[in-house]
């Protein structure tokens, strides 16, 4: 039988429970993007570098970290894992080369990628996981439990590789550690040559745009073994149909009540630790290691919460318009950035450095409800968001169709 490049994945063919959660994974995100977009990026791994950080943006930091940094990020990952085993059995069923269209499709992410980097924002995501999903794919056969090892293999072996680096600070040449420091803890000059830069327009801001996009594209072995070892665990859920109807609500929820306990602790513990250390610049690397893992717990225990409330009958307008915003992520992902752009940036209202913590979080509700509600009317009219379809018409070679 002869493969028709034509036929993506159906709507009908879609677990909803995954969709919802990638909805609500592609909301949290912004939770912590939002201060790489608005504010001197140092800020985002050391809340001391930069902008008020007492009464309510205090707790607004405090919050946003212990319940989303790395959490959602985490889901993701194991999503993108979890969508390679779902997206090529459906190519292998339909008789075509699943190979092929995967690499097509990795090819494809990664040079819009590449482009979101270097000519909109520095933070882009879509890049390391076009290479890591490369290399997650070769394991689509493999056990669940054989891709539990290797995830938890990779996953460490970036835990181990940012202790390392912790650890040899006391070798390293002065002027590497001198680099270093002005991005931890940024001097007043360096911070005002960052809100000019930032504030600029778009030409202006470029070669600081790219030199960012650089240093997160070389600082890539830090992180993309984990990304790889989440996308390999992803993997395993699925086979193990974690997101079916393999385990009961009550399992679901004591496994999450249990996860949720562990990692809040341990993630708390680890902040008042970074304060009481005052955020010195060892912590660059060994101050993150509670949440490292605390994280991917939290991120399991988000899972189950939400298997369980994506089966109840429980405010069903909002299940559906989550679940919208989980079939657009691309386009929701690439949205984020561009509406961020434009409220922060030179070339749009430039207010970028000049929003307290409490103020982003008011910006991340009011694109939440954008979101929510365009999504909702978006796939009313259309099968896919845009950003989808432009990405599934490059991977099957045709023009797919688009209205309903």
Known sequence: MEFQSHH???????????????????????????????MAF??????????????????VYYVSHVFANQKFMTIFSLLFGCSIVLMADHIVKKGGNASKMHYKRMFILAVVGIAHAYLLWFGDILFPYAIA??????????????????????????????????ISLPHWEQAEVEAMQSLWMPTAEYIQQD????????LGQMDSRHMM?????????????????????????????????????KSLLIAGGISFIISTIAIIVELEQNFALNWKF?????????????????????????????RLNILPLLQSAITNVGRMALTN??????????????????????????????????IWLFQLVFSTYWLKHYRFGPFEWVMRSLTYNSLQPLKK
């Open 8 to 38: 993506p994945v159906q709507t009908s063919d879609r677990l909803i429970a995954i969709d919802l959660i990638r909805g609500v994974a592609l909301l949290g995100i912004l939770i912590m993007n939002i201060q790489a977009f608005s």
């Open 42 to 59: 140092s800020a985002y791994s050391n809340p001391t570098a930069y902008g008020d950080l007492t009464g309510v943006n205090y707790y």
């Open 133 to 166: 999903g490369s290399f997650a794919y070769l394991g689509r056969n493999l056990k669940a439990r054989t891709l539990i090892i290797l995830g938890l293999v990779f996953i460490g072996l970036s835990s181990l590789l940012m202790w390392l680096a912790g």
């Open 195 to 202: 809100l000019s830069n930032n504030r600029a327009s778009w």
């Open 213 to 249: 996009a650089s240093k997160m594209q070389t600082n890539i072995i830090f992180y993309i073994p984990r990304i790889l070892g989440l996308m390999f665990v992803g993997m395993a859920l699925y086979k193990m149909n974690f997101f079916g109807q393999r385990f009961s609500n």
């Open 282 to 310: 060892e912590l660059m690397f060994l101050g993150i290691q509670y949440n490292y893992w605390g994280s991917i717990l939290m991120a399991f225990s988000y899972m189950c919460f939400l298997l369980v409330f994506s």
């Open 333 to 366: 992902y690439l949205s984020h950035t561009i509406i961020c752009c434009i409220i922060f940036y030179g070339w749009g209202f430039g207010l970028y450095g000049s929003l307290e913590r409490i103020e982003q979080f008011a910006v991340v509700l009011a």
